[in-house]
């Protein structure tokens, strides 16, 4: 079986603030952000998806469960939710068994993305993130996770940080690892991603792998739900992008 978690359980405001909804049954070009992630998921051979639940919980659950999917679902419910998403997680610990996708119920991301996550050479005490170099060509970089390295192993992460190398997208694979370094760091004001990112980074445990051009963008605003609507458009469901076209070489000389 290969699994993945989802985080699921925000309230996020800047996007659904007032509606009957939590944000990850927001449309995004006629279907739930979601539901557009599990079905990618299972496109790429996920067939556990766990789910943590928190605000407007019942709501989400009910819709997942009257939509139908390949993969097998479960749900933990996070209680907690006003406390940051490295606590959220720990909702859904027992589900870590091995190896397991971790990502984002706002992001959304081609194929190859998790492709290059998947493949990378991944030892039992470690976990991967999938990061983008191309700086620059992010859609919101004031929100974007910032990430500095050294080779393939992060140094720092953050929102805030001054130097960094690459972008955070969303996209990890994690192990049994991640989970202690969160219950070390898990406090009366719970903890985050990044805590529990940074402790495997003191240890040379955290590495990160190059999405190259794949496309992702995390859905988190109005105008980030714009361009996300856009980028479908463009590029399909699967938000993948052609392959560049290959000049043919030039027909002989007749002699």
Excluded at 4 to 30: C, F, H
Excluded at 111 to 135: N, Q
Excluded at 150 to 162: F, H, Q, T
Aim: charged share 25%; with cysteine; aromatic share 6%.
């Amino acid at each position: 079986m290969t699994r993945a978690i989802i985080l699921a359980a925000g309230k996020g405001t800047r996007l659904v603030s007032g509606r009957p909804y939590p944000k990850p049954l927001q449309e995004v070009a006629g279907v739930p952000l979601i539901v557009r992630v599990i079905r990618a998921l299972e496109r790429s051979g996920v067939d556990e998806v766990g789910v943590v639940i928190g605000h407007l919980g019942d709501v989400l659950r009910d819709a997942l469960e009257a939509t139908p999917f390949a993969a097998k679902l479960s749900f933990f419910e996070n209680d907690e939710v006003d406390k940051p998403n490295g606590t959220s997680l720990l909702k859904a610990a027992d589900f870590v068994t091995g190896p397991t996708y971790l990502l984002m119920s706002d992001h959304l991301w081609s194929p190859s993305l998790v492709r290059s996550v998947s493949r990378f050479p991944l030892a039992h005490d470690e976990a991967v993130l999938g990061v983008d170099y191309d700086i620059p060509g992010c859609f919101d970089l004031d929100d974007a996770t910032k990430v500095r390295v050294r080779g393939d192993r992060i140094v720092e992460i953050g929102k805030e940080l001054p130097s960094y190398d690459c972008l955070d997208t969303g996209v990890f694979r994690i192990t049994p690892a991640l989970i202690e370094a969160l219950r070390d760091a898990e406090g009366p004001e719970g903890c985050s991603l990044s805590h529990g990112v940074g402790a495997l980074a003191a240890r040379g445990k955290m590495r990160v792998v190059d999405v190259g051009d794949a496309t992702w963008i995390d859905v988190d605003t109005p105008e980030a739900h714009a361009q996300a609507e856009r980028l479908i458009r463009r590029y399909g469901d699967d938000l993948r992008r052609p392959a560049p076209m290959v000049a043919a070489a030039p027909a002989a000389a007749a002699l």
